[in-house]
């Protein structure tokens, strides 16, 4: 990583590029795998880790391997907070578009998170709100997060929850959803089909390169939200995804 950069603090900068290297591996490494990567001589890669041990923002494991710490937890928390914030603009842009609701969630661990909604002004709609968690297989906007996924990974995440039915129609056979997240990736969208709450359909699209996994939806009345109106809102929808994407990006520039 270099260092070149006004006011850049070399150390700082190569203590994010470990963490972030131990996140690409999945949370867990070995100083000779951050050293191959980084390019970085071992008793660099040895004093930096050894510092953010201290601080609790990386732990070593009984194996002597390093993961990721406990401290992180509060920033992601923070950073997803923010995220939300950021998003409720272009939410409200949707509302006004669309005249339904508008959520922004995250994946985190095996479930979708909500962090940011814009409500429709309609007496009758969703009443998901922000903090709420749902199981991603029978949301929306967890079946466009998960199409994201490699199929081992999704195949890991379903055997885990369970792919409990919340409605009826909720998918709950792993070969069966597998085969609609590549009718997603085709596509380009997510449809949730009275699948999470009957009476409510939700189109949902990820945000491109978001910092964290994330996804934006439009939900409302299955009455309201008719095949024509899809086709008239998941243009809207993917032109928000796409121009949240380029504001995240300019944040972190």
């Known amino acids: 990583m270099s260092s070149d950069r006004a006011g850049g603090v070399q150390s700082i900068e190569r203590a994010f590029d470990l963490l972030e290297r131990m996140a690409d591996a999945g949370g867990e490494i070995g100083l000779s795998e951050l050293s191959a990567g980084s390019g970085l001589p071992l008793p660099t890669i040895h004093r930096l880790v050894r510092t953010l041990v201290d601080c609790g923002y990386v732990r070593q494991q009984p194996n002597r391997r390093y993961a990721l710490g406990p401290r992180l937890i509060r920033l992601g928390e923070g950073a997803s ?3 939300g914030t950021w998003a409720r603009p272009y939410l409200a842009e949707l509302v006004e578009a669309t005249g339904e609701t508008a959520n922004m969630a995250l994946l985190d661990g095996d479930e979708v998170v ?3 909604q814009a409500p429709s002004r309609h007496s009758m709609r969703m009443f998901t709100e922000v903090g709420r968690r749902v199981l991603p297989h029978s949301a929306g906007v967890g079946k466009a997060l998960l199409a994201q996924l490699p199929p081992t990974e999704v195949r890991s995440l379903l055997a ?6 919340a409605t009826v129609k909720t998918i709950t056979d792993p070969d069966a959803f597998l085969t609609e997240l590549d009718r997603i990736r085709t596509l380009g969208y997510a449809i949730d089909d009275n699948e999470q709450e009957v009476g409510v359909r939700c189109l949902a699209v990820t945000v ?4 964290t996994a994330a996804a934006i939806s439009v939900s409302g009345p299955a009455g309201r939200l008719t095949d024509t109106a899809t086709e008239k809102i998941v243009p809207v929808l ?3 995804a796409r121009r949240l994407s380029a504001a995240l990006t ?4």
Do not use: I, K
Request: proline share 13%; aromatic share 4%.
């Open 238 to 240: 993917q032109d928000t």
């Open 160 to 165: 885990r929850t369970g792919m409990p039915a």
């Open 250 to 253: 300019a944040q972190g520039t």
């Open 208 to 211: 491109p390169d978001s910092p």
């Open 114 to 116: 909500y962090v940011a």
């Open 81 to 83: 907070r923010l995220l």
